[in-house]
């Protein structure tokens, strides 16, 4: 059993940890306070957020496939979920689930999109997004919407019980929902077959296209959650909210040992590159940097970390 | 040429031909409706602003022939403006080293990718994801606010008409034929091809793969600089601005879906995607001639993008074996 659980923890989730360590040691050289509970309470609070976003999308990713119209599903339910929440206390209670049916909607229609229609996921999902962008300039340009957040929400995102954030607690309960799916049911095993080799799980007796839409589906629904969190974080929900979220929350999954190819990959890892992405880019902010040198920077140290343990096997047959 | 070689053309450029059908219904469109007679003015205008989409979409066609993909172009060319703003001006003879400098700035981002994906061993979509962080920081580094200098003699030499035709359109001929034609029948190119399609069995007869794929990035980074000196010498300045760049990156892509190469590798080519990139440009132009109410417009261009891109889905109908789907 013991042994079977240190299999579990692979090479990179532990070399993505010891990095985190790396990142710490020199964020405390800079600035002590960097690893003041408090200080490392705030960014695991910030980390929630992508971690939420990131959480949905590693279904995705584990497919083989890639969800780009995440920056404007995350958009969408943050709106959506801000619009039905100036109904009075019956749209205060629906708002988040509301938020997140639309999500869902997204997830569907792009999980429909590629599963049975075959275009790839990536193109398929970069038409969504722009479709998604059209229907909210549409929905908040001829008027100011109300986009306020619900009191629930920035319970959920801001507030904290006995010391730590709520989102926290959000961000947990998802992760420990989505990483037993994954492990002890039968869908997660199929998730891995299928990102795998699709045709193999097929003839296994997969019913591989309905496993699509359903890591689509689930994608579409935390992308909105994540954005209505955010919405309760910063009071309010705006347009382009969604933009920073994408490309952090593919580093930090393929960080987290995530083969981007699919099939491999564990939800522990996606859980440490968040945290890492999140700790680096704070790190870099301590050591007041330009936006030009944390962007150069940034890069360079996804790569150099890929290249210690994310590399890909020769091709010579 | 006999009626068999015709068919086996018409079949191995169906996506192309359907592209360039459908552009030719909507430019005809839109000159027909609009308020102006057409003119060569109108035309340059046109072509100044299909060129640089024209150009990113054929610097992204290559990686994805090699069924790789780069998400660095937006960054590059956007690195490449921003140089553009600080090195292209002067006199004649220091602008056209400033345009060296430019193009080989995109041609070493480009030779980086290439290293990194081939020798690094990395996947070519998250290590273009990271250099692209990489160039953007360049960007911002050359340019942190919005400006520059550029010449405006070589802007008036490039944005206007030689001939009555459109110069940038000229431009991006003289790119077809002297960079992609030669380099798609060069042992590289063919290379890059056979990469595509199956990297194993490519190894195994003998092709040079890992000079094909940094080949490959290599005249994506160069191409997109291009583009990025382009889009200076139109706007007479440079702008760090990630929405662009991650605008032109997204949409490359596109093109070169709609222009009919295969994101899965091994077919297609630069032509179809330049077909792609006008086409997608002149959606815009169509809703502005129609008048399209402004908030309906970023609805009308997704929508149409999505049922361009959905338009491979008519393979499902041909496939007789399911299991084919699953490639």
Sequence with gaps: MTSATFKAIDKPVLIAAGFIGVVLAIGASINISFVSPTYLLQQLQVASFLGIIASGMMLVILLGQIDLSLPWTVTMGAMMAAAVGRFGPWGEAGAIPFGMLCGLAVGLVNGLGYAYLRVPSMIFTLGMNAVLQGLMVLYSGGFAPLTKATPLMQLLAVQRTLGIPNALFVWMAISIVLASVLKLTPFGRYVYATGNRESAAYLSGVRTRLVIVGCFAINGMTSALGGIMLTGYSTNAYQGMGDPYLLPAIAAIVLGGTNILGGKGSYLGTVIGVVLIVLLQSMLSVMQMPEAGRQIIYGVVIVVMLLVYGRGARIHS | ?327
């Design chain 2, 1 to 327: 040429m006999t009626l068999r070689d015709l068919k086996l053309f018409l079949s191995a450029n169906r996506g192309p031909l359907l592209a360039l059908f459908v552009f030719v219904v909507m430019f005809s469109v839109f000159l027909h409706e609009h308020p102006r007679p057409v003119s060569v003015a109108l035309l340059t205008a046109a072509s100044n602003k299909g060129v640089v989409l024209a150009l990113m979409a054929m610097a992204q066609t290559v990686p994805v022939l090699t069924r790789g993909l780069d998400l660095s172009v937006g960054s590059i060319m956007t690195m490449a403006a921003c140089a553009s703003s600080v090195v292209v001006h002067g006199p004649p003879e220091q602008a056209a080293l400033g345009v060296g400098i430019v193009l080989a700035v995109g041609l070493v981002a480009g030779v980086i990718n290439g290293v990194i994906v081939v020798i690094g061993r990395i996947q070519p979509i998250i290590a273009t994801l990271a250099t692209g962080a990489v160039y953007f920081g360049i960007a911002l580094w050359l340019r942190p606010t919005p400006g520059g200098d550029v010449s405006e003699a070589l802007s008036n030499a490039l944005t206007y008409a030689t001939l009555g035709v459109p110069t940038t359109f000229l431009l991006l001929i003289a790119v077809l034929v002297f960079v992609w034609l030669p380099f798609r029948r060069s042992v590289l190119g063919r290379g890059c091809y056979a990469v595509g399609s199956s990297e194993g069995a490519a190894y195994m007869s003998g092709v040079a793969v890992a000079r094909s794929k940094i080949a490959a990035y290599t005249l994506a980074g160069l191409l997109a600089a291009l583009a990025g000196l382009l889009l200076s010498l139109v706007a007479l300045s440079g702008e760090a601005s990630a929405p662009q760049a991650g605008g032109y990156t997204l949409n490359s892509i596109a093109a070169v879906v709609v222009g009919g190469t295969s994101l899965f590798g091994g077919s297609g080519g630069m032509v179809g995607s330049v077909i792609g990139a006008l086409v997608l440009r002149t959606i815009g132009d169509l809703l502005f001639v129609f008048d399209a109410p402004p908030l309906w417009q970023p609805l009308f261009e997704g929508v149409i993008l999505l049922l361009a891109v959905s338009l491979g889905a008519a393979r499902v109908l041909r496939i007789k074996n399911r299991l084919e789907l699953f490639t």
